[in-house]
Structures are given as structure tokens and as C-alpha cells.
């Protein structure tokens, strides 16, 4: 199921505040199965499953309610969407994490038809492969990126010096003295910035910074690394794959089709069937069981 796999890739980062704890976290969810990477900017935690693990586990979890796995997964995605989003409707359901050896378990409580439910997300480290295809290049391709664009700024600045020397030399006076600049000069501009304005640019703190300001370029950067390798699989050129790298989970990171990528941080709406147009997982009618008695550098 590589549409898990490559659906994660293209979501952004959201920041979580949990008790008095904070995560960085990305989710995926279709009606195949749902992909989640968390971290807590020390270690990564990943789950991959498909929809024989959540019928599994939702028996475990929810014994009075029954349905199939797609309106489970639909349910998990009306939870997550607005906690990943950091709007009011993740008040609907309560989140809550434990660390257990080298897992983390994401807690959910909630309702469902009217009845308790409940969901752990058991996440394992996650694999080098992983944590480079999310952090490592995608990090590096925005750094060389923020790095263009400020070379690109500092020749734009250069020309516009250049412009008002030659607007002086022709007699132009400035109307206004407050509005005098000194004419940019690199190596001065940045022996400065990193005097006095690096500690505070790369304050990385809880992750907080990242998650709200670059998001745009993170998606932006992995688009491009999705467009590449695509473009490396059509010329034959053999490109690595999480199927043969070395994982740490006994659930495997699935491949599937190419999905494209949203702009905005938000948990895609369960759909995507290949190989026919996109369509709404349908909610089945869910039973009640009887009762016996009786939640960078510039940005």
C-alpha cells in the first residue's frame, strides 16, 4: 500500500499539546489503513496498519460495538483531523500518551453511536529509512532552499542600490530622511546576523516554530523529492524504497499510487480507491451489542 506510505510523506507537521507534553506528529488515513509518524524531537515513533489489524484491534478495544474496519478508520479520522489541525473539535475526544520501553502508545477516547470508544495507536521506533524520508532530506532540501532565496534577496538588494545611485546621481533627492538606507553590504549584513540574531533564528524549542512557519516549504520540498523519484522510476533508474530498507516494525510501510499534495495541514478525508475516482468512505450503520447489564534563515 504505498498510498499510506507516500500519502504521509506529503502531509505536514502539526504540533500537539499533551498535557504537559508536547509532540510533533503527521497522520495519513484511508479506508485501507492509516500511517502515523510522532516525535518528540528525540526519537521517532512510527504504525503503519491495515484493515485486518484495526478489525483486530477494535474488537479488543470496543467489545459492544460492531461494525467494518472502514467506518472505524472514518471515525479515526474525524478524531484526528481537528487535533492535528489545533481547532476546537478536538475537544470531542481525549488524547493521551504513554512511553512503554522503546513504544509510544497514543491513547484516544471518544463516542461512537453513542457508546464508548476506544483507539491506542501503537507506534515502534521508527526505521533510518523513515526518519530520513521525513526529516533528514526533506530538512536538508529546505535549507538549500532558504539558502537560494537569500542569495537571491541579496543580489535583489545590490540592484536596488544600484538603482538609487544612479537616481542620485541624476539629481533625485529624498523627500524623506527616515527613509535613508545604507547600501547592503553581504558580508557585513551576515558577520551580523550571527552575532545577533542566530541564537534566536535557530531556537528550535519545542518544535513549535517549525510547525507554524514552514510548513508551506516542507510541503513544497517533498513534493519535489516525490516528483523526482517518479521521474527516477520512469527512466528505469532504480531508486530506495522502504521495502528494501531496514525496518524496525513488523508493519512494513506499504506502497501504492501517487496522491497530490494538499497545501494546507490537514488530515486527508478517507477516500482514494485505485484504480477509479476518489470517493467518501461510506459510514456503515453501526450496531449496538446488547448489554448484559448496565475519547532557517528566512522564513
Known amino acids: 500500500m504505498e498510498e499510506l506510505e507516500q500519502g504521509l510523506l506529503m502531509q505536514p507537521w502539526a504540533w500537539l499539546q499533551l498535557g504537559e507534553n508536547s509532540l510533533l506528529a503527521k497522520a495519513y488515513i484511508t479506508k485501507q489503513g492509516y500511517a502515523l509518524l510522532v516525535s518528540d524531537l528525540q526519537q521517532v515513533w512510527h504504525e503503519q496498519v491495515d484493515t485486518s489489524v484495526v478489525s483486530q484491534r477494535a474488537k479488543e478495544l470496543n467489545?459492544?460495538?460492531?461494525a467494518p474496519p472502514a467506518a472505524f478508520l472514518c471515525h479515526l479520522d474525524d478524531l484526528?483531523?481537528?487535533l492535528l489541525k489545533d481547532?476546537?473539535?478536538?475537544?470531542k475526544a481525549t488524547f493521551s500518551y504513554d512511553r512503554v520501553a522503546e513504544a509510544l502508545?497514543?491513547?484516544?477516547?471518544?463516542?461512537?453511536s453513542g457508546l464508548p470508544f476506544y483507539w491506542n495507536f501503537h507506534c515502534v521506533l521508527a526505521n533510518p529509512f523513515l526518519v530520513s524520508q521525513h526529516l533528514i532530506r526533506p530538512l536538508m532540501g529546505m535549507s538549500l532552499?532558504?539558502?537560494?532565496q537569500a542569495r537571491e534577496l541579496a543580489t535583489l538588494l545590490q540592484m536596488k542600490d544600484l538603482e538609487i545611485q544612479d537616481y542620485q546621481e541624476s539629481g533625485a533627492v529624498l523627500s524623506r530622511d527616515r527613509l535613508k538606507t545604507e547600501p547592503f553590504e553581504e558580508n557585513s549584513f551576515l558577520e551580523q546576523f550571527m552575532v545577533e540574531k542566530l541564537p534566536e533564528a535557530c531556537s528550535i524549542g519545542d518544535g513549535r516554530p517549525f510547525v507554524m512557519n514552514l510548513q508551506s516549504l516542507y510541503l513544497a520540498v517533498t513534493r519535489q523529492e516525490i516528483q523526482v523519484r517518479q521521474e527516477h522510476q520512469?527512466?528505469?533508474d532504480p531508486q530506495p524504497s522502504s521495502s528494501t530498507s531496514p525496518q524496525g516494525t513488523e508493519n512494513q510501510p506499504l506502497n501504492l499510487p501517487k496522491e497530490p499534495v494538499s497545501s494546507a495541514p490537514s488530515l486527508p478525508v478517507p477516500e482514494k480507491e485505485p484504480p477509479g475516482p476518489s470517493s467518501p468512505v461510506k459510514r456503515p450503520q453501526l450496531s449496538k451489542v446488547k448489554r448484559k447489564k448496565l475519547r532557517g534563515l528566512f522564513s
Do not use: D, N, Y
Not at 481547532?87 to 475537544?91: M, V
Open 63 to 66: 467489545k459492544r460495538l460492531t
Open 87 to 91: 481547532t476546537a473539535g478536538a475537544g
Open 80 to 82: 484526528l483531523r481537528p
Open 105 to 112: 502508545i497514543l491513547r484516544v477516547r471518544s463516542e461512537l
Open 145 to 148: 532552499a532558504l539558502q537560494c
Open 234 to 236: 520512469g527512466t528505469g
